[in-house]
């Protein structure tokens, strides 16, 4: 029998730095703290709690640590079809993968840093500690982390389903 979720939403907010926040201080604080994280696993932990919080519960249900590569294969599958190419085809009636592709993407690269970082406990640790990459490598980083599978998801798109609304995007 699965073990029952013992942290609440408001918990799951505070440790985050999330509570008694407007909703444009809770963006600001997002987009600051999400891509000034120094890993790519520490940017999604970080990016949009509200959903994170539903992916946590999902990831805790699947198996959680005792099976995270797969739980987290899981949570960014179901990320990425249905909370966005799913949208996409509700709202416009055409057929997209894109954001599925992309967050297939993501997953792979979370669970090969996450594997590094696992094996690399001293390094992660000495290099957390000393802080020796700027901000601004760490920025950079993230966003081509995110970048480039989005690209690729875009491109598989285009191939796969070339009468899809989502490539009229780009021209």
Known sequence: MPKKISISFEQYLRRRGYMFLSFDQAVLRIIKKSFSQKSFCGFWRMWNPYSGY???LLYSLIGGN????VAISLIFLTSGFMF???????????????????????????N???????????FKSYSLRKNIFPLKYHVLLNMTLLF???????LVNYFVFPHSV???LFP
């Open 148 to 154: 480039l599978p989005l690209l690729a998801g875009f």
């Open 112 to 122: 090969i840093e996450n594997k590094l970082l696992t094996l690399g406990k001293n």
């Open 66 to 69: 005792r099976k995270r590569a």
């Open 54 to 56: 539903i992916f946590f």
């Open 84 to 110: 966005h190419d799913l949208v996409i085809y509700l709202v416009t009636g055409s057929i997209s993968i894109v954001f599925t592709v992309t967050f297939s993407i993501y997953s792979v690269i979370f």
């Open 166 to 168: 989502v490539n009229k």
